[in-house]
């Protein structure tokens, strides 16, 4: 048979059992010890009275001097013995002896074998004689003898005949000591008995109490647990998301930077294309615009990571989204892989730029149909998570080890080949989501497949109407103020606008332009500038309308009669803009209320082209 270990309540139960019962035999023995030395003090007391007391009234009087100077025998043994056995041992007494002063002999004994034997502690005798009771507890046949050799009180008293004038004999007597033993013995039991009872109470008593103390330390320590690994998780993604808020700053600012540059650059070919009639010279201009909307997209992705980039969000049902797109999911994922659609119905609407969703979309299923080299399963699922709607999209690919996962959202970070992909997808996604309020995440484990997780906040609000875009590039004789603090912006932004007919005054400061004269139909401003931004500049000047242009979403506060357009821009984007805001009757003349770019955006219909 195997004996079953024993678990953590019972080793506690029996080391509270062993504590309980050591304390209380230990006390319970010193209380014992205590009251056995009492009752043996007062037998001895009691002996040694009663010894006193026969040495003081039968004794001394009854006595002759020879019977204590020479071993007695005969008649007079006859009478001593008739004397000690009606007179003195009646009371429980055991045994007398007589002992001679001088040397210790004794004269007399009821046991008659002892008389004539010598004492072995002839100073204790002395002392005797010197005035001093001696009291012990020993066998009776401890000093020779016949007869049972009981436990027994020995008391020695000195010995004084009347008309002697000091004790010349040691009078011992021995008395049971059966009597204490059973006083104590009566003591003994009930307080045994007590004992067990009250052990017995505080186990009944405090058992419990140790099982829920056991029940509660492994519950508190279930609980650390858990806080550890909570902690522990939450740091690690305190670590990820700490690290790729750094490096969304940078690749913020460089996209910032380079959106001034290909604003330029990207403007300025469209002219040339627009303007040359050699075909070389042509040709060249197309491929330099080529190129720089590349990298307009480049930068553009760079900004959505960094979760700066002009969102225009309205309220969408991410079903919607997902059809939408799911014909040319199909066709983009090629017929070997199966798409399954899972979509839960009345899925909370959500927030957010339906354009940049697809964005998400499209580059997690692109990446799931990396993963799975021709063949598998992709499924898009959404469903209601508490007040959140989540969007999942799952592969049947080779899955993300852990190390791919911690990094799977850097910009840059692939593992696919040189020219194969940019690293940029996931970190798109990540932005994009971050930037809607919402969060992604990943789970997988290595050969069965992944699945992004993308969680969006979800809103009461019923869907958006969609608005139909009308994009005809027109002109306008308008009179336009630009401020910006860029010579290159400045100077593009100059010729595209006199370009489309209207009547162009730019500046490079927010203070020359309030020291114009005029009013202004339009003031196109850049929104961070070195002594003011737009805003502010905005409201000091007369102007009916304004068009803000920033490389990413200022996320400040924009006056209703402004618009917001993000660069790098295309000759067509910023003729839309334009003539959108100037032909906008919903617009007011006057500044109004302040309210953010996107709800001005999205609420009037008329919005500012992003690219
Ligand atoms: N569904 C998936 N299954 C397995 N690995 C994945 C999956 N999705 C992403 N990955 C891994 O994450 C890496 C980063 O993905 P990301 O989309 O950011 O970049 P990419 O696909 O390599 O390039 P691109 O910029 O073209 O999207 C991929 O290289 C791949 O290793
Ligand atoms: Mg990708």
Redesign the pocket.
Known sequence: MRIKPLGPTAILHLRFAAATAAVLAIAGGALLWDVRANEMHQAENTVAAHARYVEQSILRDELKPSDIATPVGGADRKRLDWLFNARVLNGGGLRVKLYRGSDGMVTYSNLHSLIGTTTDDPAELREVLAGRTVKDVSRLNAEGGAGPNVKSLEVYVPLQLRGQSRPRAVFELYQSYAPVASSIRAFVTPFALLLLLALAGLWIALFPLVQRMVRAIERDRAARRTAEEALEETSEQLRQSQKLEAIGRLAGGVAHDFNNLLLAINGYSEFLTASLSDEHQLRYAREIRAAGERAAALTQQLLAFSRRQVLQPRVLDLNDSVREIESMLRRLIGERIDVVLDLEPGLRTVEADPSQIGQVLL??A??AR?AMDGSGTLTIRTRNDGDDALLEVSDTGGGIDEATQARIFEPFF?T?AVGQ??????STVYGIVAQSGGEVSVSSSPGHGATFRVRLPGTLLDVAPLELETAPRAGGAERVLVVDDEAIVRNLLEQMLVDLGYDVTVVPSALEATALEGAWDLLVADVVMPETDGVSLAQQLDARHVLFISGYDPGSLVSPNAAFLQKPFSHDDLAQAVRRLLDDPMRPSAPGAARSPAAATSSSGASAARR
Do not use: E, H, P, W
């Not at 992909?421 to 996931?426: I, P, R």
């Open positions: 580059n997690l692109v990446n990396d692939t696919k992909g940019t690293g940029l997808g996931l």
